[in-house]
């Protein structure tokens, strides 16, 4: 069987492509999953019955990851608040900040139907091996790519207030339920 990889910003996905080398076809995470190169690769799939898979991650660890990514590429200033970040409308801003921006069920929903497998963040490096495992792929490295050096010393219960949760489970509450995710901080 043939996977194809439906890549979702803000999940793990450079370390998934990584994972992927040249052995799993993947879609371009720089457009949406509905623009013609993608929706081919996933029509093709579709129709030669691939195994499509993607990543998720839970909102509240996703949520920061997003607004500190949005500041590193310029989308935002420096000084754009958390609280901004997740009341600001992306809509009129250039592709790469709605899709950085976008929840998961947004940038996922016109394929989520067709996705065959979920794999947590939470859980990568296990599900990824058990991909090897089930689908005869050839044993992989699971190096974590991209990760943001803020979270090497990134306390969430301390940023967490509960404004600052109810701002999370508001702009996300769909991914919450979709993806099965706590909507307590129990990190």
Not at 2 to 24: E, F, M
Not at 111 to 137: P, Q
Request: aromatic share 14%.
């Amino acid at each position: 069987m043939r996977l194809l990889y439906i890549r979702a910003p803000k999940t793990g996905s450079s370390t998934t492509v990584n994972w992927c080398k040249n052995s799993v076809a993947r879609t371009d995470i720089l457009n949406f999953l509905d623009e013609e190169e993608n929706l081919q690769k996933i029509n093709r799939a579709i129709k030669n019955n691939y195994l499509i898979f993607t990543t998720v991650r839970n909102p509240f660890t996703r949520a920061i990851s997003q607004w500190k990514h949005m500041i590193e590429y310029g989308c935002i200033k420096e000084t754009f608040t958390f609280e901004e970040f997740m009341t600001f409308d992306f809509k009129e801003s250039d592709k790469f900040c709605r899709i950085h921006s976008s929840s998961l069920n947004e940038y996922l929903s016109p394929f989520l139907c067709k996705i065959t497998k979920i794999i947590k963040m939470e859980s990568l490096e296990n599900e990824l091996k058990k991909l090897e495992t089930d689908h005869n792929l050839s044993v992989r490295k699971v190096g974590f790519y991209n990760k943001g050096q803020y979270l090497n010393s990134f306390d969430y219960k301390d940023f967490y207030t509960q404004d600052r949760i109810n701002l999370v489970l508001n702009k996300y509450e769909d991914d919450f339920d979709a993806f099965n995710y706590s909507k307590s901080i129990d990190f």
